[in-house]
């Protein structure tokens, strides 16, 4: 299946990523060169107070 992501935000932040590890783009993703940056954002606006 797809890979998706869920933010809400509502007295505090929460985010829920799921992804199926297969080839055809899971290593990809890994791959991809604004990986560590996409985490790293995600992290810092969950972090954020509101």
């Known amino acids: ?3 998706f ?3 809400w935000e509502r007295g ?3 985010m ?4 199926d590890p297969v080839l055809h ?3 990809n993703f890994v791959k991809w060169e604004h ?3 996409f985490w790293a954002q995600a992290i ?3 972090a954020k107070k509101l």
Do not use: T
């Open 5 to 7: 992501i869920v933010v």
């Open 35 to 37: 990986y560590g940056r």
């Open 12 to 14: 505090g932040r929460v």
């Open 25 to 27: 783009w899971g290593i």
């Open 16 to 19: 829920a990523f799921a992804s």
């Open 44 to 46: 810092r606006w969950l």
């Open 1 to 3: 299946g797809d890979p």
